[in-house]
């Protein structure tokens, strides 16, 4: 940690105009001339288009790219893990060890994959505003918005048959409606074992030097045949050269760069600490639970690999908001920017008021933040239950009356969310709302309504039990009668958990609607005027805080000063090599034996992973990096340490990305997993 | 930076009690009870002889070991570059290209290098103690201990011929006599190239993983024939296993962790800030010079390589005093030691003026704390002429009389100095003293009385050119003269250096004198008073702060948490493999041509460098690295950059001792360097 009288004002400055290389820019406003001055490269409106329709959003949460003209699709493994798992069963653990078709009849099905193109970008800000009469109150105003942009969604749908979604951006300085293809015929086509991908298990996550080969190739099928992929990335397995300027194409999937300073302060002191402490209470639990059987280590390890994800990244946001410097910057920036504000009478009239009534919420919001984290029970059966509760009341009302989730846009998505076959293990159900009850009973007592509900006089133990045993709905069938029996199937449903949901009910929708009325609403409307006022006093040369949309981002191959010294840009699989004998070759530091085996094949001065300077986020995993020419040079698969307070701010110096190198994934193919065909696909071969 | 409640805790327990594996203990009183109970090893009198027998220091800065029956000592590339460089000629470059001579006639005499080995301790407390008079005055007690002292040395000098030196322990809480054995016929077998010892740089410098070959073995002679050496280490070329137990023998420089929050404070605000100053300015001096030819480069290399590294230390050991959390630790500390004190009236009488007497000293120190730093002008000529121009006069003086450095234990160290043969390079003294006036003039302005005198009116270029064309002193011929003509002889030069120096005199001796009298007289005083305090209330189960005398401590092979992730407990060929081609094999990161060369010769798997818990600091380069067996298993080269406020604090969490790993030395002497005869005499085999 050097101190510098100079680094504080660098941020600032970062923060307020988006210095060089930072930034998650919308495809509608790259930064062309700071990418023109700086590197000479001219972003075309060709392959800016040629770059968004390669790219994709998986509803699993990561991102991905055509590979081929044939619907191969690029992405980490961590992102296809979930699926892995879901087809995975006690005699065939394909998380484990792997997967690979080497014909097209082989590749296996996702039970509830779906992967989304956006196709359209159309700016509908003046609409939304339009519909909102400053003489509302904010909860009219929020009723008002829904339904523009409920309506917005509808007549799009109805006309493209698209999947369309209005996104807010800039906190609601600008309202987009994105149009996306939707896919859900997708299929695996490799993926390494979860070992070669996550070599370095939780310790290496989220740090640099890597070694990982996290990959995966799924290909996705349109009426029943590989997808005839025009728009697609091509391979170029030579990487990207120490300085050389890359893109990256993904869906960053939120940031909280443009929160005031009293919304930062809440998040540390109530929202960050109670998702920390619900993780690791969640991990706990599953770490007994596996520690009962190895089957039961299979089934909760998925869960476990997120959960040790999440709390290492809020472990990291954590540090950043509790880093006086950082918050020092904030401050200074809040200063700044109102100041200007306030120095404009026009401008201090319509929107000098959102910093205090921000932080008015947060006051009001404070007291009933445990209820948003511990009014759960962790459990899969009980959240399908809810949906399928509130789906079968929510489609009869008009589109804009409903809750968040079941306006008509999203329903087809839910539905297969609610049907999906993927496998529900009833004993870690069991264990896991056991753990949940015992810690929501820590946090709020026993008097607190949702627990009276769900335990009903019994210990949690014994309500686990009850509510495990007493439901049907791990069938996908009995889910879909329910659904196809609308509204009088739910009520009359004697099964346990949708019994649970119903009693439920009432006291979710009470929450929802109070968080509505005191925060959200409040929220919208400042963030709009906050909005607004960056325009008006910065243009429009800036970015807005990621939404898990699609967004662009430059930088260059680089190192950086790590630990008192200087972390390389790339690593080797001679690294790999070195770590795991660094550590015996122990757990999770261990080689998968066919690196062990075929280890005199490779040439071990092939890059394996590298960093860049662009600027990304988690739901960027699976991000494909692109060359100027347009050609996957890499795949980003986590962000480095240092990237942690990237949710706050951006700073060049250490804020690195963390990608897989072209060279190492074809290398591997072809000489470690003898998928020389599909190395033959990504080269442009025919298939 | 993980923030939790417990750490400020810990640390305060350690710095009292000494946690386990903290410590640097003197060989009278090592943690037998605690190795015991924690490790169930039994440190035996026989044990710890053979161990203090077999290590040596040099005068050089650094430590090593008897690795052979004939004399062979292992030390670090970084002690013996001294000497490479000073056998160096524009012709043959020892340091880059490194040194074997297969055959006893091949090996290289040492200019100025000395070996010493501690033979015998003796506690002289109390003849110190009862000498001084509570009456007295700071100013007297100083006198009348640098008298005993002086008299202690001379008397055990005549009686025995051996080197003998009164150690301040406990900042005078115990004074000990130190006899060594000293040779000066070293002669060097083996070094590898710079880059192969220093791989990583300045970069890697202080930091780990590693990947350093950082080793040279020196003979020592005696009687022009191989000592027979009959304590030495045997060779281990297995190492040691993560957890084992081993131990480091060797001369630790300084530590500050007995000092008083106003010493750290006055450190922090002006020793620390000045020093970082100077040494900044002179590496910049220095890369000027060497940027003019790449024979200067050659000549000034070595030096900007200690400046580096002091740069590096520096900077750890203020961001040590930077960090609130150390502060506050040990403030904590130091209220809890002055309440205990104060609690006991008896104490409190004795030793309860301590505290405030060392922050009075800080004060009345502050005011002139330039001089000691920028009255110097950077050149080695000027130093040789000014212990000449006081060698003359102070050894006509009583022995307790004279200035510190010219006591008769001392003078055979200090004409063994003055006559060095190593090379003087003319260009590169007029770049150093120019540098040093233009940096004095800036820091003390033009009527320093120091710079009025050395630059006599003229500019620093043109003061510097003439100070060193009028001086011979660069031929030791010409310094042995002076020495042999004595007082008249300096009194009669004209030479530019000695009329300098003669001039500057009694400058430096107003100084000294203020300086004793104000600042080193007092804090002698209350260090003693500190030391006795400490006695009293903690009991002699503790370590006295280093001095540059042989200390043992104890540890384990360990890795730690680094960065957010772990740095393994050792690293293997495979990483030096790996970093190399991470950087594109560009320096600083460039392998020697040979172990590209021969790579397919070499297992890649085996151990390079390894890390353990040991307690250490600057001195230490060179130790042995000791299994239980009393066999050499590794070679201490450096610490971490967490372990650089080792200065003042100890924390197992991520303090380590990073050393060259004996399979590592082994498989290089064999397979890279062709040296089996040397090889052959470690692993036990007859010359």
Request: glycine share 8%; aromatic share 10%; proline share 5%.
């Amino acid at each position: 940690m050097k101190r510098c009288a100079m680094c504080a004002a660098l941020v600032i400055l970062s923060v307020l105009t988006a210095s060089a290389e930072e930034g998650m820019w919308t495809f509608d406003n790259p930064p062309k001339e700071a990418i023109q001055q700086k590197y000479h490269f001219t972003l075309t409106q060709e392959w800016l288009d040629h770059v968004r329709l390669s790219s994709v959003r998986f509803n699993d949460g990561g991102s991905g790219s055509f590979v081929s003209p044939h619907g191969l699709v690029l992405t980490n493994h961590h992102i296809a893990r979930g699926q892995l798992q879901k087809n995975s069963t006690a005699e065939h653990d394909y998380v484990r060890d792997g997967f690979y078709a080497p014909t097209p009849d082989q590749e296996m099905k996702s039970p509830d994959l779906e992967v989304n193109v956006l196709v359209s970008m159309e700016n509908v800000t003046q609409r939304v505003h339009d519909a909102l009469a400053p003489s509302q109150t904010p909860e009219e105003q929020f009723k008002t918005r829904q339904g523009v942009i409920a309506q917005i969604e509808r007549e799009s749908t109805e006309k493209t048959g698209l999947r369309s979604d209005v996104v807010t951006l800039y906190g609601g300085g600008e309202y987009w409606l994105y149009r996306y293809k939707k896919y859900t015929d997708v299929r695996l086509v490799f993926a390494p074992e979860m070992q070669a991908a996550y070599f370095g298990g939780d310790p290496d996550n989220f740090t640099y030097p890597r070694y990982d080969l996290d990959m995966a190739l799924f290909r996705v099928y349109e009426n029943g045949k590989p997808l005839d992929s025009r728009n697609y990335l091509k391979w170029n397995p030579k990487g990207a050269e120490e300085g050389e300027l890359v893109f990256v194409s993904g869906n960053p999937g939120s940031t909280d760069r443009l929160s005031t300073l009293a919304q930062l302060e809440f998040q540390r002191d109530y929202e960050l600490t109670h998702a920390l402490s619900l993780r690791k209470n969640r991990i706990e639990t599953l770490a007994r639970f596996s520690a009962t059987s190895p089957e039961h280590a299979r089934e909760a390890g998925s869960q476990i690999f997120f959960l040790s994800n999440g709390v290492k990244a809020i472990t990291g946001m954590l540090e950043g908001l509790e880093n006086p410097r950082i918050i020092a910057t904030k401050k200074a920036d809040e200063e700044k920017f109102r100041s200007a504000v306030e120095a404009d009478a026009s401008l201090k009239a319509k929107y000098g008021n959102a910093w205090d009534e921000l932080a008015a919420v947060v006051q009001k919001e404070a007291p009933r933040v445990k209820e948003r984290f511990y009014h759960t029970t962790d459990s899969r059966l009980s959240a399908l239950a809810g949906y399928i509760v509130d789906y079968v009341a929510e489609i009869k009302k008009p589109n804009a009356d409903r809750l968040p989730g079941f306006h008509d846009s999203q329903l087809e998505s839910l539905r297969y969310e609610m049907l999906s076959p993927a496998p529900i293990y009833a004993d870690m159900e069991i264990a896991a709302i056991t753990g949940a009850l015992h810690r929501n009973l820590d946090q709020l007592g026993p008097n607190d309504p949702f627990l009276k509900i769900v335990l009903n006089g019994k210990t949690p133990e014994q309500a686990a039990a009850d509510l495990v045993h007493g439901s049907k709905l791990e069938d996908p069938k009995v889910r879909k009668a329910l659904i196809d029996g609308g509204q009088a199937a739910v009520d009359a449903s004697t099964d346990s958990m949708i019994v649970l949901n119903r009693n439920l009910d009432p006291l979710r929708r009470d929450f929802i609607k109070w968080f509505q009325d005191n925060v959200e609403s409040v929220e919208q409307r400042a963030g709009e005027q906050l909005g607004a006022a960056r325009f008006a006093i910065y243009g429009r040369n800036t970015y807005p805080d990621a939404t898990f949309t699609l967004r662009l981002s430059y930088g260059t191959v680089r190192g950086y000063p790590m630990n008192g010294t200087i972390a390389p840009p790339k690593t080797t699989f001679y690294g790999l090599y070195d770590r795991s004998a660094s550590f015996n070759n122990k757990p999770p530091f261990n080689l998968m034996p066919r690196f062990a085996e075929k280890q005199k094949e490779l040439d071990l001065s092939t890059p394996l992973n590298f960093v860049t300077t662009n600027d990304i986020i988690g739901g960027n995993s699976g991000s494909p990096v692109i060359n100027q020419a347009g050609a996957v040079v890499g795949l980003i698969f986590d962000g480095n340490i240092e990237s942690l307070v990237g949710n706050y701010v951006y700073d060049i110096k250490a804020n690195r990305a963390v990608a897989v190198h072209t060279a190492g994934m074809t290398q591997a193919l072809r000489k470690l997993y003898g998928a020389d065909k599909l190395a033959d696909e990504l080269m442009g071969a025919e298939r």
